[in-house]
């Protein structure tokens, strides 16, 4: 009766059938025998659908996988697995129904491991399951490998990049991500105009065409904008406001620190500065209010209007209103006697055509933006990962691979 149990909850079907179970309290251990009927018949896993056909066992091999935990009880199957002679005498092992991609593992347990990896650092995981780090990895490796073999690129066309830090201060990759799905399609080492030649050899690999690529939208770094043109002659490129806001901000902070020097009133109201109004506290409100109305003639306070005014830019109406306020902007910039502004004002003429592309295309990296946290997160929560390591978790949490294709116990994506 027991045996008829697991054998349902295990799905094991003829020509296999549990020979024994071996439950071990002190141990805290499940071991379940699996073996095979006599005289059972296998087909060659490698014959094609037209010439299948079927052979006795050769001999055997035994074999052992780790399986979900009986409650909390570890569970181990083994068998002894047949191999079959074939009639060119080559021998081929054949295949259980329940074993993982991976060594060691069954299907189910593998599933289990690439869904806890997705919510918590694979240290956790190994210790949550006992499994070893490396065994973890070369899980979440084999799975990841397999899923990015069946992807297709045909489709893209708007195309988002953006590089991030692996470690603080160096060990960059650049992640290339399909802006309309909303999943990474690939990262790579470094943050130079190769990461594009690199993506582009992927893109064409898996069905993609360069020429297809007609909006891209990144950062305004000389190395992508390189990358880009030479590699992506109909992409028109889009320079993500976000950025462009984030260079604004950084001259707006220069001025208050500079004047913050011998302007004791403006010391410790840094983020009146950084933040929009819509996230400033009542009580930053206030002060940002009275700083305005001083008539002290405050630079960082031009300067921040500066900033506002700018941001203001991007609800314009149409392209031509929004080229016509960036004309009128950039004379108050450059005539503003700012010299951080003046200089990111400079910095935005000389990327004039990226930056109205904007209007026309309405796409930015607010999406590889929300990726990008996603992954800061992770590695933060993980105390850190090497290279190969990082773009693992980075494929398994932001690039939407269907793992139920390759093993049909996985959560769909």
């Not at 002659?233 to 620190?257: G, M, Y």
Request: aromatic letters at 10%.
């Amino acid at each position: 009766m027991i045996t008829e149990l697991f054998q349902q909850a295990l799905h094991i079907n003829s020509p296999w059938l549990i020979k024994s179970i071996d439950f071990n309290a002190e141990e805290k251990r499940l071991d379940i025998q699996i073996d095979f009927k006599r005289g059972s018949t296998f087909e060659d896993p490698d014959a094609g659908d037209d010439e299948v056909k079927e052979y006795k066992a050769y001999d055997t091999v035994q074999k052992n996988w780790q399986h979900l935990n009986f409650f909390e009880h570890e569970c181990h199957l083994h068998a002894r697995v047949p191999r079959i002679k074939r009639d060119d005498g080559k021998v081929r092992l054949i295949p259980t129904p329940w074993e993982g991609k991976v060594s060691g593992f069954t299907l189910l347990f593998e599933a289990l491991l690439i869904q806890l990896c997705k919510a918590m650092p694979v240290h956790n995981v190994s210790d949550l399951t006992g499994v070893s780090d490396h065994k973890i990895w070369r899980v979440l490796d084999t799975y990841i490998e397999l899923a990015k073999m069946d992807e297709d690129y045909s489709d893209i066309s708007l195309l988002g990049m953006d590089e991030t830090s692996i470690a603080k201060g160096h060990d960059y990759i650049t992640l290339f991500v399909d802006l309309e799905e909303r999943k990474t399609l690939h990262i790579s080492a470094g943050k130079d105009h190769k990461t594009v030649v690199d993506f582009v050899e992927v893109l064409e690999a898996k069905q993609g065409d360069r020429s297809a690529i007609k909006q891209v939208s990144c950062d305004m770094s000389p190395a992508f904008i390189k990358g880009v043109k030479e590699n992506m002659p109909e992409a028109e490129i889009t320079f993500d406001k976000f950025h462009i806001i984030k260079l604004i901000n950084e001259a707006v902070d220069q001025v208050r620190r500079e004047e913050g020097s011998y302007t004791p009133i403006l010391k410790g109201n840094r983020y009146i500065f950084l933040k929009n109004e819509s996230n400033l506290t009542e009580k930053q409100k206030i002060i940002k209010e009275e700083l305005s109305m001083a008539k002290l003639n405050l630079k960082s306070v031009r300067a921040l209007q500066i900033r506002e005014a700018f941001q203001q830019i991007y609800v314009a109406e149409s392209t031509e209103k929004f080229e016509g306020l960036l004309n009128n902007w950039y004379y108050w910039a450059t005539h503003s006697q700012l010299a951080p502004i003046v200089k990111v004002a400079k910095t935005i003429k000389r990327h004039w055509d990226g930056i109205v592309s904007w209007k026309k295309s309405q796409i930015n990296n607010g999406i590889l933006e929300g990726l990008n946290s996603v992954l800061q997160a992770a590695k933060r929560k993980a105390r850190g990962y090497k290279m190969q390591h990082f773009k693992t978790i980075a494929y398994l949490l932001t690039g939407k691979l269907d793992f139920s294709k390759i093993n049909a116990n996985c959560l769909p994506t």
